[in-house]
Antibody, heavy 119, light 105 residues
Framework: QVQLVQSGAEVKKPGASVKVSCKAS????????IHWVRQAPGQGLEWMGW????????NYAQKFQGWVTMTGDTSISTAYMEVSRLGPDDTAVYYC????????????WGQGTVVIVSS | SYEVTQPLSVSVALGQTARISCGGN??????VHWYQQRPGQAPVLVIY???NRPSGIPERFSGSNSGNTATLTISRAQAGDEADYYC????????FGTGTKVTVL
């Protein structure tokens, strides 16, 4: 059974950074892109970008370019998403999701990681 | 950038049919995917590429796409279908619809 297991909730102060992990299991980690999607409280889904775990190539939504970094560690089948210079508007649930084979849709999702930004 | 709009809410009587629209310019030329998100849970794929159901998704869920509107149809609605539903397309990047809250009366 394919699983994406994310790291636990975080509370950060404004201006800090946060790094969320997403550990994949029961499939070949390098064969599928991992995307990151966030959801602010009471709001809809917002796509942030993707990483190709095999090559390390990334593509970020324009809004997140320059302050979000996606990386991967193939030795432990884990993807990471780091947000720097956090502000209160970054309070959200952050999800990783696996893209189906060359399909542009998400067939498996992580359970979500709550990030709260508060002074 | 490409925009996709959904109604804020849809209500359906228990056992009846709910239809959720997803509007976009010539969306019929794109592949549309649908996700169900129950409160406090991660989204779940219920329809991909306009009308295909992943394994484990009931036949009560169906999809169509033509012109400027894609539609997710939930037949014989059950209490467990109460959730937010999002459509999603690819247009240079991933685009999500605004989301629709489905209430089963």
């Amino acid at each position: 059974q394919v699983q994406l297991v994310q790291s636990g909730a975080e509370v950060k102060k404004p201006g800090a950074s946060v790094k969320v992990s997403c550990k994949a299991s029961e499939y070949s980690f390098t064969a599928y892109y991992i995307h990151w999607v966030r959801q602010a409280p009471g709001q809809g889904l917002e796509w942030m970008g993707w990483i190709n775990p095999k090559s390390g190539d990334t593509n970020y939504a324009q809004k997140f370019q320059g302050w979000v970094t996606m990386t991967g560690d193939t030795s432990i089948s884990t993807a990471y998403m780091e947000v720097s210079r956090l502000g209160p508007d970054d309070t959200a649930v952050y999800y990783c999701a696996r893209e189906g084979k060359s399909s542009y849709f998400f067939d498996y999702w992580g359970q979500g990681t709550v990030v709260i930004v508060s002074s | 950038s490409y925009e996709v709009t959904q109604p804020l809410s849809v209500s359906v009587a228990l056992g009846q049919t709910a239809r959720i629209s997803c509007g976009g310019n010539n969306i019929g030329s794109k592949n549309v995917h649908w996700y169900q998100q129950r409160p406090g849970q991660a989204p779940v794929l219920v329809i991909y590429s306009d009308y295909n159901r992943p394994s484990g998704i009931p036949e009560r869920f169906s999809g169509s796409n033509s012109g400027n509107t894609a539609t997710l149809t939930i037949s014989r609605a059950q209490a467990g279908d109460e959730a937010d539903y999002y459509c999603q397309v690819w247009d240079s990047n991933i685009v999500f619809g605004t989301g629709t809250k489905v209430t089963v009366l």
